[in-house]
């Protein structure tokens, strides 16, 4: 066990294990959100990963304002699945609005924690007691006083985050609320950040990837002889994947050109113009995803209907960072620095890929240059474990922009159908809403209709749509 140090938990196991490195604290359990070294340092774990959206100073804000910390007293390791609870991904703008309350109860109650070891250590009731920038002081005598690195000194304590949490109210918010200097800002305007394609390990081969020139086409003649010759040059051809290695990009890239590659592609049915009357030809059947009132007999009362049809057609993500991956295996564990929005669904899916556990590989997710949903297939990260474990050697994959177009997931086409009416008052009687193929999320209407309909072929999952935070309180 540690010298010192508090661990405070979202779960269950209170049993936890934590070992020290040189400046920080290393959770084992896997619901750890928070730690607070003896150096009075507070290190947050989360499964959030930051592309941008300035989550990585955000989260650290809840915390600060609710341990009652200064914002740089705080460290982030977000997007590790060997260090951060798990969590299913960053879309969707939940972050904030969604995983925010848990993170704010966490620190809450580390703060409740705090107080309580504080009343004990300065012989008064908590109520007596006030934070400011992580040190314990009583109300009118600030001489007798206990930071909370003293309080994490000589002990391993363990919390574990149970019931309802009391949270700050608005008007105590010192943190929170405020334009913060962003805690990434430094290393992304002086270029030290890091993203996945910067990673370098000793070792490492670059990968160029053999792509066919259509979706769907069939490689009917392979010929790689001459990139085989190129010196340095290592060549996979393993079920289905082909790849050109070598420990400089160029050389790799030049390598690729060399092969010689006849495809058969099939003749394309569809194109921009048919392909929304297919979705909707082709679509299951819908499914009501919300349903009030009687649309049926709204439709015969009103005054005026309208019928309208939108059609939006695919659209690519086109982040300012292609697709990357460094893959290394060492004595049979898989290390990958991705650039990914879900780093635990991707070591899952890495995991299935090389036949192995999940707990046999780590996803290290570094800064992400944009993501809007187009990075949680990661298929680039599964091409470098599996080009890693066919060598024996680190390797990097990372999507040029052509493919980044060509093989990406896009934002897919759809066809919403809206049937609306109104009455004599002018008022919305009637709103029945069908999409085909994009979902219902964020279908629902926000106005108060009295009679709604809400259909879909593809419905989202149910803990998206229907998960709330804890239950907290809020201190005045």
């Not at 209170?14 to 340092?41: C, M, Q």
Request: charged share 20%; net charge positive.
């Amino acid at each position: 066990m540690v010298g010192g140090g508090i661990v405070v938990l979202i779960g269950l196991n209170a049993a936890t294990v934590v070992s020290e490195e040189p400046g920080h604290f290393y959770p084992k359990d896997f619901n750890a959100y928070l730690v607070i070294g003896k150096n009075g340092r507070v290190t947050v774990f989360s499964g959030k990963i930051e592309m941008g959206q300035g989550v990585l100073t955000s989260q650290a804000q809840l915390v600060a304002e609710e341990l009652g910390v200064s914002l740089t007293s705080i460290d982030m390791v977000l997007g590790d699945t060997d260090r951060c609870p798990i969590d299913m991904g960053t879309f969707g703008s939940l972050t904030t609005r969604m995983f925010g309350p848990v993170l704010r109860a966490a620190a809450a109650q580390a703060r409740a924690e705090l107080l309580a070891l504080a009343a004990r250590k300065l012989r008064v009731g908590p109520d007596r007691l006030q934070v400011v920038h992580g040190v314990v002081s009583v109300v009118g005598q600030p001489h007798r006083q206990v930071s909370y690195g003293e309080l994490a000194k000589g002990a391993s304590i363990v919390r574990t985050l149970r019931g309802e949490a009391i949270l700050r109210s608005a008007s105590q918010f010192q943190v929170m609320g405020t334009s913060a200097q962003r805690l990434d800002g430094r290393e992304k305007v002086t270029g030290a950040a890091q993203y996945a394609a910067d990673i370098r390990v000793p070792g490492m081969l670059y990968a160029k990837l053999l792509r066919s020139p259509s979706h769907g086409a069939t490689l009917q003649q392979l010929d790689t002889s001459v990139a085989e010759q190129l010196p340095g040059i290592s060549l996979v051809n393993r079920d289905g994947l082909i790849a050109v290695l070598h420990a400089d990009p160029e050389a790799a890239e030049e390598g690729l050109r060399r092969i010689n590659a006849n495809w058969q592609s099939p003749v394309g049915k569809l194109d921009p113009d048919s392909i929304h009357e297919h979705l909707v030809s082709q679509a299951a059947p819908l499914k009501t995803v919300a349903l009030r009132g009687d649309v049926t007999a709204a439709r015969a009362k009103a005054t005026r209907i309208f019928e309208s049809t939108y059609q939006k057609g695919y659209v690519a993500h086109a982040a300012l960072e292609p697709h990357a991956a460094v893959a290394q295996i060492q004595e049979g564990q898989v290390t990958v620095w991705a650039s990914t929005q879900t780093p635990f669904p991707t070591r899952d899916r890495i995991a299935k890929a090389l036949g192995l556990e999940s707990a046999r590989v780590r996803v290290i997710t570094p800064f992400l240059g944009g993501g809007f949903g187009g990075k949680s297939a990661d298929q680039q990260a599964v091409e470098a474990a599996r080009l890693a474990q066919m060598t024996g050697k680190p390797v990097q994959v990372a999507w040029t922009r052509a493919e980044e177009f060509f093989n990406d997931t896009f934002d897919p086409a759809s066809v919403v159908k809206i049937v609306s009416g109104i009455e004599a008052d002018g008022k919305i009687s009637l709103w029945d809403y069908s999409v085909y193929s994009a979902g219902e999320r964020g279908a629902v209407a926000c106005y108060d209709i009295p009679n709604a309909s809400f259909r879909s072929n593809r419905p989202s999952s149910p803990t998206v749509r229907f998960f709330r935070p804890p239950r907290s309180r809020t201190r005045s």
